[in-house]
């Protein structure tokens, strides 16, 4: 038997979500989301830039060697 979600279903999901995480939050977690799933496209779609990209942000986050 297939798991199927009706409307009662979903407004108490979302219910005990508002309840756990509060209003502030989840939009902050909706908003890092789609960061998350735009950066995973992007990945997906040209992995050889990405990887020059990670490369250099850590160089950059490092900063300069102190003599």
């Not at 108490?12 to 502030?24: A, K, M, S, T, Y």
């Amino acid at each position: 038997m297939p798991f199927r979600m009706g409307p009662t279903e979903l407004i108490i999901i979302l219910v005990i979500v508002l309840v756990l995480f509060g209003v502030g939050r989840i939009g902050k977690i909706g908003g890092e989301l789609g960061k998350g799933i735009r950066a995973f496209r992007q990945g997906v779609k040209d992995p050889k830039n990405e990887a020059a990209t990670d490369d250099e942000g850590e160089q950059e986050q490092a900063g300069p060697e102190e003599s």
